[in-house]
C-alpha cells in the first residue's frame, strides 16, 4: 500500500494502478485500495478503469462522500452528466444498500406484527392502534417491493469499457456488421453472455 501510495505521489500513475492491482489479486482489497486505484487510473488517463475501480469502492462503502464525488467526476469527463444512464427508480434503490432495504423490511414488518398483537392482546387498544397497524403495514409492503427490486437490479450484471474504443456489433463473430461504438469509461448492462469457441 505505501509503494503504491509513493508511487502515486511521485507522478507514476501507471505503476501506481499496477501495485494496487497487485494488493487486489492478492486478496487485499478495501474501499480504499479501490479508491486509490481509480484516482491512479483517472491521472494515468485510463477512465474506464477508474470508473470500474470506483463502482467496486462503492460496493464496498457506499456512503463514503470522495468514492461518490470522484466517481461523478469521471461519469461527468465521459458522458457529459454525472449521472448514471439509469431511471430515478433505479437511483433511488441504490440509495440504500440491499442488507439496508431487508432490515427496513424487517423492521416495518415486526412492527407491524407487534401492533397487531397488541390489538388482539388488549382489547380496549384495537381501535387507536388499527390505523397504526394498517399504516404499518401498507410500508411492510411497500419496503418488501422495493427490496425485491433492489434485488432484482443488484443481480444485473454491469462493466465498464476501459478500451479507447469498444465495437459493438449485431453479432458475435468478427464480420457481423458494426452497431455501434463505446468509448472509453461507458457503462453498460450485460445481458446476455456467450463463450465463443
Same mark, same amino acid.
Given at each position: #500500500? +505505501? %509503494?503504491?501510495n509513493?508511487?502515486? #505521489?511521485?507522478?507514476?500513475f501507471? +505503476?501506481?494502478?499496477?501495485?494496487y *492491482? =497487485?494488493?487486489?489479486?492478492?486478496? =487485499?482489497?478495501?474501499a480504499?485500495?479501490?479508491f486509490?486505484?481509480?484516482?491512479?487510473?483517472f491521472?494515468?488517463?485510463?477512465?474506464? $478503469?477508474?470508473?470500474?475501480?470506483? !463502482?467496486?469502492a462503492r460496493?464496498?462503502?457506499p456512503?463514503?462522500?470522495?468514492?461518490r464525488? /470522484?466517481?461523478? #467526476?469521471v461519469?461527468?469527463k465521459?458522458?457529459g452528466?454525472?449521472?448514471?444512464?439509469?431511471?430515478?427508480?433505479q437511483?433511488a434503490? %441504490?440509495?440504500? %444498500?440491499l442488507?439496508?432495504?431487508?432490515?427496513a423490511?424487517?423492521?416495518?414488518f415486526?412492527?407491524? #406484527?407487534?401492533?397487531a398483537a397488541?390489538a *388482539?392482546?388488549?382489547?380496549?387498544?384495537?381501535?387507536?392502534?388499527? /390505523?397504526y %397497524?394498517?399504516?404499518?403495514?401498507?410500508?411492510t409492503?411497500l419496503?418488501?417491493?422495493?427490496?425485491?427490486?433492489?434485488w $432484482? =437490479?443488484?443481480?444485473?450484471?454491469r462493466?465498464?469499457?476501459a478500451?479507447? *474504443?469498444a465495437?459493438v456489433? !449485431?453479432?458475435?463473430? +468478427?464480420?457481423a456488421?458494426?452497431?455501434f461504438?463505446? $468509448?472509453?469509461?461507458? *457503462?453498460?448492462?450485460?445481458l446476455?453472455?456467450q +463463450?465463443?469457441?
Amino acid at each position: #500500500f +505505501e %509503494t503504491a501510495n509513493k508511487r502515486y #505521489f511521485e507522478g507514476k500513475f501507471s +505503476e501506481s494502478a499496477a501495485a494496487y *492491482e =497487485q494488493m487486489i489479486q492478492r486478496g =487485499q482489497s478495501s474501499a480504499a485500495v479501490y479508491f486509490n486505484l481509480g484516482n491512479a487510473c483517472f491521472k494515468a488517463g485510463q477512465l474506464g $478503469r477508474a470508473l470500474a475501480a470506483y !463502482h467496486q469502492a462503492r460496493l464496498l462503502d457506499p456512503r463514503d462522500p470522495a468514492v461518490r464525488f /470522484n466517481q461523478k #467526476f469521471v461519469r461527468q469527463k465521459v458522458t457529459g452528466s454525472d449521472a448514471p444512464s439509469s431511471s430515478a427508480w433505479q437511483r433511488a434503490l %441504490t440509495s440504500l %444498500t440491499l442488507n439496508e432495504w431487508a432490515l427496513a423490511s424487517a423492521g416495518f414488518f415486526w412492527l407491524s #406484527f407487534l401492533l397487531a398483537a397488541g390489538a *388482539e392482546l388488549r382489547p380496549a387498544l384495537r381501535r387507536p392502534l388499527r /390505523n397504526y %397497524t394498517a399504516l404499518a403495514g401498507v410500508i411492510t409492503a411497500l419496503l418488501v417491493v422495493c427490496t425485491i427490486a433492489a434485488w $432484482r =437490479q443488484a443481480r444485473v450484471a454491469r462493466a465498464v469499457v476501459a478500451v479507447p *474504443e469498444a465495437v459493438v456489433r !449485431h453479432g458475435p463473430l +468478427e464480420r457481423a456488421a458494426v452497431a455501434f461504438q463505446l $468509448r472509453d469509461g461507458s *457503462e453498460v448492462a450485460i445481458l446476455d453472455r456467450q +463463450e465463443i469457441a
